[in-house]
């Protein structure tokens, strides 16, 4: 029996909705500035250019339906993103046999230090100090391609304190998630349990403690998180 220098660290999981079962995480890969609309008002030039992805850890996803305001920043924003769950990997997936490694779809926020991002940026340096920290990406459970299909269209919605502040459609996004699948699978060897988080609709803005995030995607329904 193998012995560990130290406490084994949990398995990340997310709920199936509907079973009992978990489904255990790998990695999360990001894409960024996947809608025209939000590389715009991020000051950049929506043309279809090769897609960039940075990422989160596996522990940065919660479900706990709270998110607790980080330090060191004084601009939180939300982006309302669908996630992808992957059951099946490999290298160099063909876009046409990239839906056959999908295990569901789930509702994620990819919460951003939109001032520490700012500043790396100006710096040259990695996003990880604005994005990948703890409970920075809240998400509920994902829902089985063997019951809901394939979304690839369908509204998306987020609200804070009833007003909304994102909307869009999947349809909308410039690399669609087979596209995704295949080129992250050209410079990663993909495996099960990877997560993908499809891009961000216009209208990213901040939050404040106390605020009630409320994201819905057509197909996917609704997660609701607070913010403490």
């Given at each position: 029996m193998t012995q560990f220098?130290?406490?084994?660290?949990?398995?990340?999981?997310?709920?199936?909705?509907?079973?009992?079962?978990?489904?255990?995480v790998?990695?999360?890969y990001c894409i960024g500035r996947n809608?025209?609309?939000?590389?715009?008002?991020?000051?950049?030039?929506?043309?279809?250019?090769?897609?960039f992805f940075f990422q989160k850890n596996p522990n940065n996803l919660d479900t706990s339906?709270?998110?607790?305001?980080?330090?060191?920043?004084?601009?939180?924003?939300?982006?309302?993103?669908?996630?992808?769950?992957?059951?099946t990997g490999g290298t160099n997936i063909p876009v046409e046999k990239a839906l056959d490694h999908?295990?569901?779809?789930?509702?994620?926020?990819?919460?951003?230090?939109?001032?520490?991002?700012?500043i790396a940026k100006k710096a040259g340096r990695p996003w990880?100090?604005?994005k990948a920290f703890e409970q920075s990406a809240p998400c509920g459970p994902l829902l089985p391609a063997s019951e809901i299909g394939h979304p690839d269209a369908g509204r998306v919605e987020l609200?804070?304190?009833?007003?909304?502040?994102?909307?869009?459609?999947?349809?909308?996004?410039?690399?669609?998630?087979?596209?995704?699948?295949?080129?992250l699978s050209e410079y990663f060897e993909l495996a099960p349990g990877d997560v993908i988080l499809s891009g961000t609709p216009s209208g990213v803005g901040p939050v404040s403690?106390?605020?009630?995030?409320?994201?819905?995607?057509?197909?996917?329904?609704?997660?609701?998180?607070t913010v403490s």
């Open positions: 220098a130290i406490e084994t660290p949990p398995v990340v999981t997310l709920p199936v909705a509907g079973q009992d079962t978990l489904f255990p790998r990695r999360v809608y025209a609309a939000h590389a715009i008002e991020m000051g950049h030039d929506p043309d279809r250019e090769d897609p339906g709270t998110f607790p305001y980080p330090p060191h920043t004084s601009d939180v924003h939300h982006e309302a993103e669908m996630l992808v769950a992957l059951k999908v295990f569901g779809y789930g509702l994620s926020l990819d919460m951003t230090r939109r001032d520490l991002q700012g990880e100090i604005g609200k804070v304190n009833g007003e909304i502040r994102q909307e869009g459609d999947l349809n909308q996004m410039i690399w669609k998630v087979p596209e995704m699948i295949s080129y403690k106390g605020d009630t995030m409320e994201l819905s995607i057509e197909g996917l329904g609704n997660l609701i998180v």
